[in-house]
């Protein structure tokens, strides 16, 4: 029997690209099955008619500054709802990750990431970029990279693995497919917690 990560994806209604976030979803879930995860995504799409203010800002940017790791898990639970524990890892999908003193600001620095994560805790905030300036730049690993994240792993020196900072190499040649076992135990460990106790 597959193990199930059950997914919120948060998408404002101007992202709301099916095509696109459906070969994104398809292709992380693929890449830890085809390293030995038998896990399969159980994705429900609540979607987001206005900005939030708390998260989102007026262009459906995310700013690194104010949503800070206690505003990104309670956004998650206030998201998913109900008492107790949060038993659902929460994406929010973004036009675009920026750093900005305030939500009011409209001077914005894109901070180059296209996704950000807490570790551990079952949330990311993933970018739908446009266009991909780089091969393997916010693509369907790039959201494995950053859900291996929230189910609990950091950043690795290989840059083999799927877990490096950059799966790309400076001449464009695309890296970071690998997963380890012991990796694919916490991530497993980290969903079946999830799935049983919340967060």
Same mark, same amino acid.
């Given at each position: 029997?597959?193990?199930?990560?059950?997914?919120?994806?948060?998408?404002?209604?101007?992202?709301?690209?099916?095509?696109?976030?459906?070969?994104?979803?398809?292709?992380?879930?693929?890449?830890?099955?085809?390293?030995?995860?038998?896990?399969?995504?159980?994705?429900?799409?609540?979607?987001?008619?206005?900005?939030?203010?708390?998260?989102?800002?007026?262009?459906?940017?995310? #700013?690194? !500054?104010?949503?800070?790791?206690?505003?990104?898990?309670?956004? *998650?639970?206030? =998201?998913?709802? +109900?008492? &107790?524990?949060?038993?659902?890892?929460?994406?929010?999908?973004?036009?675009?990750?920026?750093?900005?003193?305030?939500?009011?600001?409209?001077?914005?620095?894109?901070?180059?990431?296209?996704?950000?994560?807490?570790?551990?805790?079952?949330?990311?905030?993933?970018?739908?970029?446009? #266009?991909? !300036?780089?091969?393997?730049?916010?693509?369907?690993?790039?959201? *494995?990279?950053? =859900?291996?994240? +929230?189910? &609990?792993?950091?950043?690795?020196?290989?840059?083999?693995?799927?877990?490096?900072?950059?799966?790309?190499?400076?001449?464009?040649?695309?890296?970071?497919?690998?997963?380890?076992?012991?990796?694919?135990?916490?991530?497993?460990?980290?969903?079946?917690?999830?799935?049983?106790?919340?967060?």
């Amino acid at each position: 029997m597959p193990q199930t990560l059950p997914i919120t994806l948060v998408v404002p209604n101007p992202l709301n690209d099916v095509a696109k976030i459906g070969m994104l979803l398809g292709t992380a879930e693929t890449a830890f099955q085809v390293n030995g995860w038998d896990v399969k995504f159980d994705v429900e799409i609540k979607y987001l008619d206005r900005p939030d203010g708390a998260i989102y800002d007026q262009r459906y940017c995310i #700013r690194t !500054s104010q949503a800070t790791v206690p505003v990104m898990l309670q956004a *998650a639970r206030q =998201i998913v709802g +109900g008492n &107790g524990a949060r038993k659902r890892y929460v994406v929010f999908l973004c036009d675009m990750i920026v750093d900005a003193p305030n939500m009011q600001t409209t001077t914005v620095t894109p901070t180059g990431a296209n996704g950000e994560s807490v570790t551990g805790g079952a949330v990311s905030s993933l970018s739908l970029i446009s #266009r991909k !300036s780089t091969v393997g730049n916010a693509d369907g690993r790039t959201w *494995a990279h950053e =859900i291996g994240h +929230g189910l &609990g792993l950091g950043h690795v020196a290989d840059t083999d693995n799927f877990m490096s900072a950059s799966r790309h190499l400076a001449n464009g040649q695309i890296t970071g497919f690998d997963i380890t076992k012991e990796q694919l135990v916490t991530m497993a460990q980290h969903c079946l917690a999830l799935v049983k106790d919340g967060v």
